[in-house]
């Protein structure tokens, strides 16, 4: 019945006696060397906010979380590379590393907190929990360990807290190669709206700058060794005030370019914690290209500055977004229309000179999360609308070879045109400027297939000259649950492990002599042009009985505990957890 269910839902957007719009020709241009952006399928990664990680990972070793792992073994699955894993949030800002602190992982420390901002502590036992989780799922983790810089309500810590060094060279210590970089300081352009420089007027750059350079200094001596010298770090983290050309210009790059690895920022598009315009854009906002080609442009004069700088350099990475701050909006963020355009945002920063950016996600019951965990043990596991997103790029930024650039193929004029319905983009080999996929959108709420019409030489005139299609798609953009992705699931699945879909099945094309792909609203389509991503099933396990939940329980998994990944690149899932050291 439940398949039968699904396959009524999906109906409508197959049938072909729906009203079929004109064909649009796909144009396809090469790009210019200089311009190439190169990324990888491990682009869209993943950013947990610290306070409730216990209910996505497991409260302790001994009950590892079976179906977060199935989830992170399913986005594995698709990368060639590693998957991106950010701890961080408010919360690991405003925490406080007790070494000696086993259980709970995670301790609230302040009971009357604001709900956007929940101090917690924690031991060496969140580490343990982190290294077991990337040595099952093979992750890397870009972990937040910045509590020293403020408690919620009090001064900020002073840059000189000893806290910080002895956070971090315990993580570097346990974490070892999974630690990626550390993000020093965490939206420092809020410092002074936010009161967390109460004996500043204005908290300005060279404030900042100054801060930073005693942190990090702190950072030459600890437990881990001298950090400083990995050239790991991250910053600024800026999300709303400053703006980055500028902060680069005044000292920031001179004075740290040598230790950065990456320059961070966190953006979102709108308000969402209040105040007069907060939740002022509407779905169809989301839903319209032009508007995620501006968004991306945001700080493009200071991404511009980074990435005409020699190499080696810096890599430009958002650190956090999603579609509203303080936990997105219901009815919206947690639907395929958000998931289209999560698609169509993260396609359009890796064209705007980005090499990656981390979808947020937070305690149960926020809209815009992933997935979500249950608060008990015997709870199961609800699949958030965003992950399918997370599935869908990994694919299509998956290469033959090694790393990909993407192009805007600018259709129906969408990248000006805010009545535009179609969008599209060409992703193309690194190495070689083959093009190996194309991704075609069609955002119209109505059911209407708009077909698009692919070139004679599209496969670059190979024997292979089949192109195969894959669908994400959903009834309508306000479907939070009946979603697919390549033939696949997690409809009414309790344990993160995808099953086979009755809706939108892949479709297989001569284009020989050139194609048409149709594509049903509202819906994306991987197109991949000459070869076949094939995601094949292997199993892993924790080890354990946990379901995550506050006590760690078993409910959820399958008979066997198993997880499904792609055989041969498990390897592959080696997450990055984002290590924020908050200034």
Not at 185 to 196: A, C, F, I, K, R
Not at 235 to 248: F, H, R
Not at 323 to 329: D, L, P, Y
């Amino acid at each position: 019945m439940a398949i039968l269910t699904l396959l009524c839902s999906f109906l409508p957007l197959f049938l072909q006696v729906q009203s079929v719009f004109g064909s649009t020709s796909v144009q396809i241009s090469s790009i210019p060397s200089a311009d190439k952006n190169v990324v990888d399928a491990s682009f869209l990664g993943i950013s947990f906010e610290l306070s409730y990680l216990g209910l996505y990972f497991g409260n302790d070793t001994s009950s590892m979380a079976q179906p977060m792992a199935n989830y992170l073994s399913a986005l594995g699955a698709r990368v060639n590379d590693t998957i991106r894993l950010r701890i961080g949030g408010n919360s690991m800002d405003d925490c406080t590393y007790v070494p000696s602190q086993n259980s709970p992982l995670l301790q609230f420390t302040n009971p009357q907190a604001n709900v956007n901002d929940q101090p917690v502590s924690f031991g060496l036992e969140l580490f343990d929990v982190l290294n077991q989780m990337a040595e099952v799922v093979n992750a890397k983790y870009l972990l937040g360990t910045a509590c020293a810089t403020y408690l919620a309500g009090l001064s900020l810590r002073d840059p000189n807290s000893t806290n910080v060094p002895l956070l971090a060279g315990a993580a570097q210590q346990t974490l070892g190669r999974a630690v990626d970089a550390f993000l020093l300081g965490n939206e420092p352009d809020l410092y002074t709206s936010h009161g967390q420089r109460p004996n500043l007027a204005n908290y300005t750059v060279q404030d900042y700058i100054a801060d930073y350079s005693e942190a990090s200094n702190l950072l030459k001596n600890t437990s881990g060794g001298d950090i400083v010298s990995l050239s790991e770090f991250g910053g600024p983290s800026i999300c709303c005030q400053w703006d980055l050309a500028t902060l680069l210009q005044q000292g920031y790059l001179s004075s740290f370019e040598g230790i950065l690895k990456y320059i961070t920022m966190q953006h979102y598009p709108q308000n969402n914690c209040g105040g007069e315009d907060s939740g002022k854009y509407k779905l169809d906002y989301y839903l319209t290209h032009a508007n995620a080609v501006s968004l991306a442009a945001w700080q493009n004069h200071g991404v511009s500055i980074v990435n005409a700088l020699p190499s080696p350099r810096p890599e430009v990475v958002m650190s956090e977004f999603n579609t509203a701050s303080c936990g997105g909006i219901p009815g919206l963020s947690d639907t395929f229309g958000a998931a289209l355009w999560i698609v169509d945002y993260a396609l359009q920063l890796a064209t705007a000179g980005y090499t990656a950016a981390y979808l947020h996600t937070r305690e149960p019951g926020i809209s815009y999360n992933i997935v979500q965990p249950p608060y008990t043990a015997n709870g199961t596991w609800d699949t958030g609308a965003p992950y399918y997103a997370l599935l869908t790029v990994a694919e299509a930024l998956r290469s033959p070879g090694n790393g990909s650039y993407v192009q805007d193929l600018n259709i129906d004029d969408s990248v000006t045109n805010t009545s535009a319905t179609s969008a599209g983009y060409a992703v193309f080999d690194a190495e070689s400027s083959a093009l190996h996929t194309l991704v075609i959108f069609n955002f119209a709420n109505d059911s209407s297939i708009e077909s698009f019409d692919l070139p004679a030489n599209i496969t670059g005139g190979g024997k292979n000259t089949t192109v195969t299609v894959k669908y994400l798609a959903a009834p309508n953009v306000n479907e939070k649950t009946t979603i697919t992705w390549g033939g696949e699931t997690l409809a009414g699945v309790g344990n993160g492990i995808l099953i086979p879909s009755s809706g939108a099945p892949n479709v297989q094309l001569d284009c020989a002599q050139g194609c048409t792909v149709n594509v049903t609203g509202p819906s994306a389509a991987v197109v991949f042009v000459g070869w076949v991503d094939t995601v094949t099933n292997d199993t892993v396990n924790v080890n354990s009985t946990g379901n995550g939940g506050s006590d760690g329980g078993n409910g959820g998994q399958d008979s066997n505990g198993s997880i499904r990944t792609t055989s041969g690149v498990l390897t592959a899932v080696t997450g990055l957890l984002l290590v924020c050291l908050w200034l």
